[in-house]
């Protein structure tokens, strides 16, 4: 049992975007698709929410991909091989439902397509014909390309610029693929929340069944707080431990788009302060130089 | 020295012993400690300690004794601070309390032992609540904290699952009778409620950490970030960990919502989700020493009347930018279920208290809590509680100008380790079911705390920790390897 959890391996993989091997055994024994795990830095920091992009039994290794957006995911970034995690603590969280003979697509957009890696594996070792689609502002943004190649039947890219595969949105490709009549039986959207529900607004259209994992605020992971909760046809769900996988049909989008809000003001003031003090620190170090 | 017949301390009749007044508790001024986290009482000193210990008149038949959870020997540990020898009051009230520096702070004594205090009826009662805490900080300040002789290594694996009151008192009786105890804890840090629920203002964390510092000094390995249903089952931990037996001590953790319009606008948060951020979290050093945020609201409404309430609105008020914060509770004050001196301290603290009245829905602009309608309400008949149910006054409704609100009206259990525990039998409620040893229906597995219970009290979780591991001592005694 650890008690602290090492980096092992950190990659910095396209803006912002980087990857973490990190040793928690304990973890790895239990770790399904769809799940993920809280963590904590430091004494004194915050409990963040991570999918489990991938693990290793034989190491007892999590891989995480995590976007530096704010203070703790900034801080993060900052963090080196040898260096360690306070707390890592799971797996949280409903695995994924994985049916079996279907044509599974899988939509992916920013740390998203990290999410959707183990569910679309998941997904070819039942037989499922596994089509993914990733998408990112510019070629430089896709990550995990092979990664996603290796485990999915096919590969198709959306780029906002045209830099790579087709110009245009993650939908644009969805769209056509179901305007084309492609078999398509299950699809399964990760990724920021306005993507989430342009995916469910489509694939409404055509009934085609469509899971979405949703990533609204949390704090404990394990059911006690409350602050996770979503709204999935009429009833309130804690996404922590009632998902964080539900029906793309059912939620309420724009609801947890508000929430995503609740500590703006607060999270502004926190990463001005991290900066000022980052800034401050690169200075000392220049000019003892 | 035989301490039950009449002892000599003094040598004053009892009727000039109910003379001396009952000894206030000093604490910090209320309008300055209504925007500190500090402690609010400051403890007697040894003196006010014995003067007020020389008012207990040593009743041959103790009635303190039974109103006591977990039947402290309250005259015989009051005797010992009467005649100044704190370390064997201490000795006494930790051979049926664990964590005597807890419960000296939180127990509701005026609903236990100080309530059936012989001299109650004529005078105020003994201040036991005080005194188990000066004898418990004397012990912690002075180092004279003393480890038990443990006995050899029993070569027994006991798991215990939840590092609240229930699971620590479980897992230190255990590990002294030389069991090999170990505590999973889900979250980063051990104390239960005792660390994200009761503010620092009421139980500094410091004293939590020194309890579980002891037990850590006893032997028992704490493992927090380990969630029991999720990181490992039950069964796992029986079949493939080799525990030969599990105490479930998880607690009742799951909010209750009141389905009301406007719920989950952003400003309304539950009890839990806000003292957790603030204690657990340490949210009030937000942004320089803690990172995780806490609402910034001028006006705060706390919505319910038990310790849970009183501990979100006094906590709301402590942060800087609160400028007002209502308590609205649907009943009157004396149907409250929180502590009388904590409702005494938020009216000190200049809480406004809205009684019978009740919200009807949250009202919000662009996703964010703006006010909240309430009902006033006027009492009818006696319930299935015995209290006069509550009924709304038509077209007496209004509206309360708040930006966050905080629901504070109760907790279920978390329903995790019984999903994941097949033939562990629940009641309706999603309380285990277990008999008065906290055994469950399932071989080698006790329960005890607010799992069993509900929501409850410290000293009774700690009752059933005790309970069970004696039980679960006999039962890994008796089993063959
Ligand atoms: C189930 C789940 C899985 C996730 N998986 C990943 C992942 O694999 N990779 C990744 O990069 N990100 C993931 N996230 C999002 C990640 O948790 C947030 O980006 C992170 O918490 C931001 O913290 P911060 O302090 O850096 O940013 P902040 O400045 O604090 O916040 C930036 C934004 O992140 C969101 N956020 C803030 N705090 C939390 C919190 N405690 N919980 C959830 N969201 C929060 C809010 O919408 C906020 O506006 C996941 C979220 C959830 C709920
Ligand atoms: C705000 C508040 C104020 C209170 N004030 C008072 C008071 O003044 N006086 C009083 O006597 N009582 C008070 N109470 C009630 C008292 O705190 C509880 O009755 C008592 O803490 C119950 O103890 P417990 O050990 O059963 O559970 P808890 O204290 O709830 O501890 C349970 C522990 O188990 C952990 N856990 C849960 N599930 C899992 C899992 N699956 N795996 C691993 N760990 C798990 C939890 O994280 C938690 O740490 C208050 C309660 C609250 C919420
Ligand atoms: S009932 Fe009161 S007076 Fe009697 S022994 Fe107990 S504390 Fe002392
Ligand atoms: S994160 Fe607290 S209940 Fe889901």
Known sequence: M??????????????????????????????????FVILRLHEGGERIPITLADWDMQRGTVTLYVQAIGKTTTMMSMLKVGDFLTDVVGPFGLPSHVEKGKTFVAVGGGFGIAAIHPIVRANKLVGNKTISIIGARSKEMIIMEDEMRAISDEVRIATDDGSYGTKGFVTTILK????????????LAIGPVIMMKAVSD??????????????????????????????VGDTMQFACVDGPEFDGHAVDFNLLMARQKMYSPQEKISMEIFEKTCRTQEHRETAAW | MNETTQPTIKKISNKERMKIPRHAMPEQEPLVRAKNFFEVPLGYTADMAMEEADRCLQCKDPKCIQG????????????????????????????????????????????????????????????????????????????????????????????????????????????????SVTVFEALHKAGGVLVYGIPEFRLPKQIVEAEVQYLEKLGVKIQCNFVVGMTRTVDELMTEDGYDAVFIGTGAGLP????????????????????????????????????????????????????????????????????????????????????????????????????????????????????????????GEPDASGRRKPVPINGSEFVLTVESAIVATGNGSNPLINKTTPGLTANKYGNIIADESGKTSREGMWAGGDIVIGAATVIKAMGAGKKAAAAIHEYVTAKKK
Not at chain 2, 134 to 146: L, M, N
Not at chain 2, 284 to 312: L, Q, R, S, W, Y
Request: proline share 6%; glycine share 8%; with cysteine.
């Open chain 1, 202 to 231: 489509l694939t409404k259209q055509y009934g085609v069944k469509t899971l979405v994992s949703l990533n609204p605020i949390m704090m404990d992971g394990t059911g006690m707080c409350g602050a996770c909760r979503v709204i």
């Open chain 1, 176 to 187: 056509s693929m179901l305007e084309h009549k492609e078999p398509v039986d299950v699809v």
């Open chain 2, 256 to 379: 209750y919502f009141m389905g009301l319009p406007g719920e989950n606008l952003n400003g309304v948060y539950s009890a839990n989700e806000f003292l957790t951020r603030m204690n657990l979290m340490k949210g009030f050093e937000f942004p320089n020493n803690a990172d995780t945020p806490v609402p910034m609201a001028k006006h705060v409404a706390v919505i319910g009347g038990g310790n849970t309430a009183m501990d979100a609105a006094r906590t709301a008020l402590r942060l800087q930018w609160t400028e007002k914060v209502y308590i609205v509770y649907r009943r009157s004050l004396v149907e409250m279920p929180a502590r009388k001196e904590e409702i005494h301290h938020g009216e000190q603290e200049g809480i406004e208290f809205l009684l019978l009245t009740n919200p009807t829905r949250f009202l919000g602009e662009n996703g964010w809590l703006t006010g909240m309608e309430c009902q006033k309400m006027e009492l």
């Open chain 2, 68 to 179: 006591c959870p977990v039947n402290v020997k309250i005259p015989q540990f009051i005797f010992h601070v009467a005649m100044g020898n704190f370390e064997l009051a201490a000795n006494t009230l930790k051979e049926t309390n664990a964590l005597p520096a807890v419960c000296g702070r939180v127990c509701p004594q005026e609903e236990q032992c100080e309530t059936v205090c012989v001299i109650g009826g004529k005078v105020e009662p003994v201040a036991i609540g005080r005194l188990e805490r000066f004898v418990a900080d004397w012990e912690r300040a002075s180092r004279k904290v003393s480890l038990p002789a443990i006995p050899r290594s029993s070569g027994k694996k006991i798991a215990v699952i939840g590092a609240g009151p229930a699971g620590l008192t479980c897992a230190g009786d255990l590990a002294k009778l030389g069991h």
């Open chain 1, 2 to 35: 650890l008690t602290v959890y090492p980096i092992l391996e950190k990659n910095d993989l396209a803006s912002k975007v980087y990857r973490y091997v990190i040793a928690a055994p304990d973890i790895v024994k239990k770790a399904k698709a769809g799940q």
